[in-house]
């Protein structure tokens, strides 16, 4: 685990996950305004101002297979919208018609596509 830079406390210890990982934490410090309560209050704040000084990056933890899934969809949903302007009305009214040709060649960019993605994982 990474290094956490302030002190080593049972709340540090509990928190570490938290303070220092993958997430998003928000942290209440709970303060009382008697004087027999000062020294822990005064602590309590020291704590809170160090630990808001730690800035955290959480990721979306995600399986590899379902992320590659996911951008296949994206790319047949991309796909299927760029043969469906393509079928539109052109000019002259008539209904523009994609040709087999065409067709294969689409076919076999997205095969390559998914093989090479594939092996990339």
């Known amino acids: 685990r ?5 002190r080593d406390s ?9 303070l220092g990982g993958n997430a998003r934490t928000t ?3 709970a303060i009382s305004p008697a004087d027999i309560n000062f020294d822990e209050t005064l602590s309590t704040l020291k704590y ?7 800035k955290n990056t959480p990721i979306v933890n995600e399986d590899v297979n379902e992320k590659i899934i996911r951008e296949l969809r ?4 991309t796909l299927r919208a760029q043969l469906a302007g393509r079928s539109t009305p052109n000019a002259s009214g008539d209904v523009g018609v994609i040709l087999e040709q065409e067709r294969e060649q689409m ?5 390559e596509e998914m ?4 092996q990339e994982y």
């Open 2 to 6: 990474d290094h956490v830079p302030y």
């Open 115 to 118: 093989q090479k993605r594939l």
């Open 48 to 54: 809170a101002d160090r630990a808001k000084a730690i």
């Open 10 to 18: 049972v709340l540090t210890h509990l928190l570490r996950n938290s």
């Open 74 to 77: 994206n790319e047949v949903e």
């Open 27 to 29: 942290m209440l410090a």
């Open 107 to 111: 076919r076999k960019h997205m095969q």
